[in-house]
């Protein structure tokens, strides 16, 4: 995987520290993405822990003390087939549907299933390249599994198609910080407030630019001698 961003173990003690203490100080908040569409279990505001970029599942709906009834990845995976089975049927007669497409991508995303859900999202945008909602998810499942890059670019396309949209600048700046740049997010989240003062999201993203600031003079590979998380 052609990536630029270092893995987990490659990190420096001062990356390690820093991730664990943005994550504590704010709920773990740092490092969660929405969702573009509503998926088959989904809301738009489904998020995932950062934990999921350094190749953890994600959390599903709900807080923490939900994740003890958490269905196993054998249960997801046959939800994600229950769920698929009559969508694909569909496709047959309908190969090309982007819509379609995107509902099985859906389906594999809920379960986890992030490889195959981006190759249906990506044959769905084939189809329909203007879909921010599909391509949303399509960054977000590259992010979880550690597509750092190929997320970025993702809503890099977006913006440069919708400079204003809220959730490609919500989760570009939670990929920019978990690749450490601290500016780089702090600045996607501040033209967002700037552009959409309404965003649903808009309390949190203060606390996160607020939080994250506290931390933006750490540099990948600075010396510390904090140990690390």
């Excluded at 569909?90 to 991508?105: E, F, I, M, T």
């Excluded at 939670?174 to 649903?200: H, R, S, T, Y």
């Amino acid at each position: 995987m052609a990536e630029t961003n270092a893995s987990p173990q490659s990190w420096t003690s001062t990356q390690s520290y820093t991730m664990a203490v943005l994550c504590l100080v704010v709920g773990c908040a740092v490092g969660y993405l929405l969702r573009g569409s509503t998926g088959g279990g989904s809301t738009p505001a489904h998020v995932a822990a950062v934990g999921a970029q350094q190749g953890t599942p994600p959390a599903s709906m709900g807080g923490r003390g939900q994740q003890e009834h958490m269905p196993s990845p054998e249960q997801l995976k046959a939800t994600a087939a229950k769920q698929a089975a009559p969508l694909l049927e569909r496709l047959k007669s309908k190969p090309n549907d982007p819509a379609l497409l995107a509902q099985v991508g859906n389906s594999y995303y809920d379960a986890q299933l992030f490889p195959v859900a981006i190759d249906y999202y990506q044959k769905s945008l084939a189809a329909d390249p203007k879909n921010s909602a599909v391509r949303t998810d399509l960054a977000t499942a590259m992010f979880y599994i550690g597509q750092t890059d190929q997320s970025l670019a993702q809503f890099d396309r977006m913006l440069k198609d919708d400079p204003k949209n809220g959730n490609a600048l919500f989760n570009r700046g939670v990929v920019k910080q978990a690749k450490m740049d601290v500016k780089g997010a702090i600045a996607d989240w501040e033209k967002l407030l700037k552009e959409q003062p309404n965003f649903p999201q808009a309390d949190q993203v203060r606390m996160y630019i607020a939080q994250t600031q506290k931390h933006a003079n750490v540099r990948p590979g600075q010396k510390t001698d904090r140990p690390a998380e």
